[in-house]
């Protein structure tokens, strides 16, 4: 009866939800013939339109761990799409921006991975109308708020 209950709850179930979206994400974006993660894309996207951006600043912003954030960082500067270097003001900061690879690699595959959001979103909100995806996406916002 418990685990029934727990398999039930609405976190097991968003977490499931997670872990299937992440899934579509990684998958589409194999396919489109890049070693990345949906997270990683999402980092870069970031570091892309704001840069510089600190560690600090991608974590909160993604609602990541510390340690998350820093394999994420750690990964993609190896895979020479980041780099890295202490904050003038605080040197305990880590500031990312894209690299020469990276910035290509953005431009390149731009609509490409705006594309795979949206097939993986409408794979999500397939059969849902109009009116559920705006009441859905205000109360994912919500719920967010709540847990933050």
Not at 74 to 86: A, H, N, S
Not at 109 to 127: F, I
Request: aromatic share 2%; no cysteine; net charge positive.
């Amino acid at each position: 009866m418990a685990e029934e209950f727990f398999l039930n709850s609405l976190g097991q179930q968003l977490k499931v939800l997670n872990v299937l979206v992440e899934k579509a994400m990684n998958n589409g974006l194999k396919q489109l013939g890049l070693n990345l993660t949906g997270t990683q894309v999402g980092v870069l996207l970031m570091v892309q339109r704001r840069a510089p951006m600190t560690q600090k600043q991608i974590e909160l912003a993604l609602k990541l761990s510390h340690p998350t954030t820093r394999g994420i960082v750690k990964r993609l500067v190896t895979t020479g799409l980041v780099q890295t270097r202490p904050q003038v003001a605080d040197q305990r900061q880590i500031v990312l921006t894209l690299t020469v690879t990276g910035q290509t690699l953005m431009a390149n595959y731009a609509e490409q991975l705006q594309a795979q959001v949206a097939r993986v979103e409408e794979q999500l909100l397939a059969n849902l109308t109009a009116a559920d995806r705006v009441s859905l996406q205000h109360l994912l916002t919500q719920m967010i708020q709540n847990m933050s």
